[in-house]
């Protein structure tokens, strides 16, 4: 580590090299192979590879190669005897010739994949409201995972392969039917569930649908209450304090820092808000139903409790260069607070563990995740994935945004805050104000969409299973969406005028109730009043379309609005995410020109490949980055929560006794 710091330079050239090797295999030919994704039960993938370098056109059948489908059996509600057979496709390259936005793809997804198999290691939860047919074929189960295209139909029990083909090909004539599809049998009714089928065919059956829960999401949940009850609720307590301070009641110019409260706030929050609460929303609705919306807010009050914690002592721990420049994080009270008990070298090591991921999760979740989805809006704008010019030219989409970006992100965190503090309370306001207009719009329907939230929060022929289901779709979005107990907000807020570290921990519980409680809860709540939830999404990219179409049965130019917000909160969440990742490769390879140029290029870089990468593999580094974070933070803030409160105490004190200077 002390080489790195030594030298720069020859850090700065091992990455270049990297930089420089990554797309050249990327581009390499791979001539007459064809890669194919299948997606298996457990999250993972099974590449497949091809040497036949075309495929034939013509309709395909059982036992040929080609294209492979999905089921997925729910019942219908208003008919006892009827079920909905979901046929989820995967089509087949129709030639050999790959774009580069292809070959950058096959060649990052195995990393991706691995890593986030890791992370997001998760126990299956029964949940016996759905019911899946699953197909074994070359001992892999594959379960039905979100892919692009969908045939619903509805069908009898009874259902054979021969009565089935003739349908299917109608709607396509790439598909390949894997072994023949036997008759579907009713059972009898199980803890509670009418949707109970079983298959009697050898190598497929059905079973009960699992709601998966990351133990990375039970690791935040439960942080979060314990930090509640050990701050006595000051989440609520001080909730008005909170605000007074943002307003700059408190604030005083000539303490050391850069930024604002206020500048602050706006730049951790341009880092959460964004498409996890407008897509997000739409699939835990979806999978988990009304109820999930009601969990979700229980879980952002919850998460303001974290985000205080681990801000005040970012705040605490800081460090100032002599630049005047702050350098602040979990990097900083992991190393130092753990110091201060013996712990010196676990410390470190939670540290640079935590700088690491951090990194990764800018060039992720803050990086290639946005910029992906940004250029995704882009094409739908201009004619869709089948007629978009733009489609196939992701890269060049990215050189232009990542130009922008690198513009911006010279001036540090003061630039930064500059541009965040206007974009994110335009665009906030902005979406809030038409979500407004949504609910007077259709108030009347208000008390029956508030009604069945809580029924299905609380439904009582769910808590074997649909309850949990429930639960944990609406404590997963939370989660991932307000970052509450990531670690990452306390980079930003680290950067305040104040010589109080608990009055930006006052400022940062502000942050989660905004996201989740204020914006997330809007978006939930038009998609229930205007019955869009019925639709279902289980994918980001539908769950934008969800969103907009929930918008846009009221307001018939929200998509065009939705693109805007979309564009701007990406950008936004670009820039202020490739300030928390410097300030985290600045702790590990030392301050200094080279060493923030290299990262700058890197991040630029990146962008480049996100625009160019399929969403799924973007999701999957993005998440498994950005949640990594959360195991040495949350250790962290559980051995140093002692001092966040007698912070807090403490700022209380000097308000009582008049000592805290005041703007007014």
Not at 429 to 454: D, R, T
Request: net charge positive; glycine share 10%.
């Amino acid at each position: 580590m002390n080489r790195f710091r030594s030298n720069p330079q020859s850090s700065l050239l091992v990455l270049w090299c990297l930089i420089l090797f990554i797309p050249s295999i990327a581009i390499a030919e791979r001539n007459g192979t064809k890669v194919v994704s299948v997606e298996t039960n457990a999250s993972k993938e099974e590449t497949i590879a091809s040497e036949q370098k075309k495929r034939s056109s013509s309709p395909l059948t059982a036992g040929s190669r080609g294209n492979d489908f999905r089921i997925r059996i729910t019942h219908d509600k208003s008919d006892e005897s009827t079920f909905k057979l979901e046929l989820q496709a995967i089509h087949s390259a129709k030639s050999s010739t790959t774009s580069l936005d292809q070959r950058i793809n096959s060649f990052i997804a195995p990393i991706t994949d691995t890593i986030s198999s890791i992370v997001f290691w998760a126990p299956a939860v029964p949940n016996l409201q759905l019911e899946i047919l699953s197909e074994s074929v070359k001992d892999l189960s594959f379960s039905p995972e979100q892919q692009q295209d969908r045939i619903l139909l509805e069908v009898l029990p009874g259902l054979t392969i021969e009565n089935l083909q003739e349908q299917l090909l109608k709607r396509s004539k790439h598909l390949r039917v894997i072994g023949e599809l036997p008759k579907i049998r009713p059972l009898e009714n199980r803890a509670g569930s009418k949707n109970n089928w079983r298959s009697a065919a050898n190598g497929k059956f059905v079973v009960p649908s699992q709601s998966t829960v990351p133990a990375v999401v039970l690791w935040l949940v439960f942080g979060a209450i314990i930090f509640t009850l050990y701050l006595r609720f000051a989440n609520f307590r001080y909730f008005r304090l909170a605000i007074a301070i943002v307003r700059g009641k408190y604030s005083d110019p000539t303490d050391q820092g850069e930024v604002s409260h206020f500048q602050a706030l706006s730049a951790a929050l341009s880092g959460t808000v964004g498409l996890g609460n407008i897509a997000g929303v739409a699939v835990a609705i979806s999978l988990g139903g009304p109820g999930a919306t009601f969990w979700m807010i229980i879980a952002g009050l919850l998460g303001m409790s974290s985000k205080f914690v681990e801000c005040t002592l970012g705040v605490k721990y800081r460090r100032f260069g002599k630049d005047g420049r702050t350098y602040g994080g979990p990097m900083y009270y992991l190393r130092d607070g753990f110091a201060k008990r013996g712990w010196r070298q676990t410390g470190k090591v939670f540290a640079i563990f935590f700088a690491v991921m951090c990194v990764g999760g800018s060039l992720g979740g803050g990086n290639m995740f946005q910029i992906n989805q940004a250029f995704a809006q882009f094409v739908n704008v201009t004619g869709g994935p089948q007629d978009s010019w733009a489609q196939g030219y992701g890269w060049l989409f990215g050189l232009i945004v990542a130009g922008i970006v690198a513009l911006v992100t010279i001036g540090g965190i003061r630039s930064i805050a500059k541009v965040t503090s206007k974009i994110v309370p335009l665009m906030c306001g902005i979406y809030v104000l038409a979500a407004l207009v949504v609910l007077v719009v259709k108030i009347n329907e208000l008390p029956g969409a508030f009604a069945l939230i809580l029924r299905e929060a609380f439904d009582p022929q769910a808590v074997t299973g649909g309850f949990v289901g429930v639960l944990i779709q609406g404590f997963k979005r939370a989660a991932f969406s307000n970052e509450a107990g990531i670690g990452s907000a306390s980079i930003a807020h680290s950067a305040v005028r104040t010589k109080y570290p608990a009055s930006e921990g006052l400022v940062s519980l502000l942050e989660p109730f905004i996201d989740t409680v204020v914006v997330c809860s809007m978006t939930a709540l038009v998609i229930v009043v205007t019955g869009q939830w019925e639709v279902g999404a289980s994918s980001f990219a539908e769950g934008v379309s969800l969103t907009s179409d929930s918008f846009e049965s009221v307001i018939s130019w929200f998509p065009l609005l939705l693109t805007m917000a979309v564009l701007l909160f990406a950008f936004s969440t670009m820039i202020t995410w490739s300030y928390y990742g410097l300030q985290a490769w600045t702790f590990v390879f030392g301050r200094g020109r080279h060493a923030d140029l290299a990262y700058k290029l890197i991040f630029c870089t990146c962008i480049v490949l996100g625009s160019a990468m399929s969403l799924d593999k973007v999701i999957g580094f993005s998440d498994a980055m950005i949640f990594a974070m959360c195991f040495p933070n949350l250790i962290g803030l559980y051995f140093l929560m002692p001092e966040a409160r007698r912070e807090l105490e403490i700022y209380q004190g000097e308000i009582h006794k008049g000592r805290q200077p005041t703007s007014e």
